[in-house]
């Protein structure tokens, strides 16, 4: 089975920055497209950012200058760099990605902005 663990959450202050790692695990044959989605309380899901096998990126508006996405195929993990984090970047963070022949979700890690 593959499965998906995520760290680096937690608490910062504005303007403060955070670097979440989201490592697959399991019988990896390819791995496509990655991403982080976020969710805020009372607010739908979003996508934050993308990144593809051959590295192209997207962002949200909302983010984009502030965090970057990029990969480490060799250790079949994704990264989210946040930096100039603001009270509403708050929200629970999820790592997406296209495994095999299968679409797989992260546990969600919680990061949370404030003075």
């Known amino acids: 089975q593959v499965q998906l663990v995520e760290s680096g959450g937690g608490l910062v202050q504005p303007g403060g920055s955070l670097r979440l790692s989201c490592a697959a695990s399991g019988s990896i044959f390819s791995i496509y497209d990655m991403a982080w989605y976020r969710q805020a309380p009372g607010k739908q899901r979003e996508l934050v950012a993308v990144?593809?096998?051959?590295?192209?990126?997207t962002y949200a508006d909302s983010v984009k200058g502030r965090f970057t996405i990029s990969r480490d195929n060799a250790k079949t993990t994704v990264y989210l760099q946040m930096n100039s984090l603001q009270p509403e970047d708050t929200a629970v963070y999820l790592c997406?990605?296209?495994?095999?022949?299968?679409?797989?979700w992260g546990q969600g890690t919680q990061v949370t902005v404030s003075s």
């Open positions: 997406y990605a296209s495994i095999n022949r299968g679409n797989y």
């Open positions: 990144i593809t096998s051959s590295r192209s990126t």
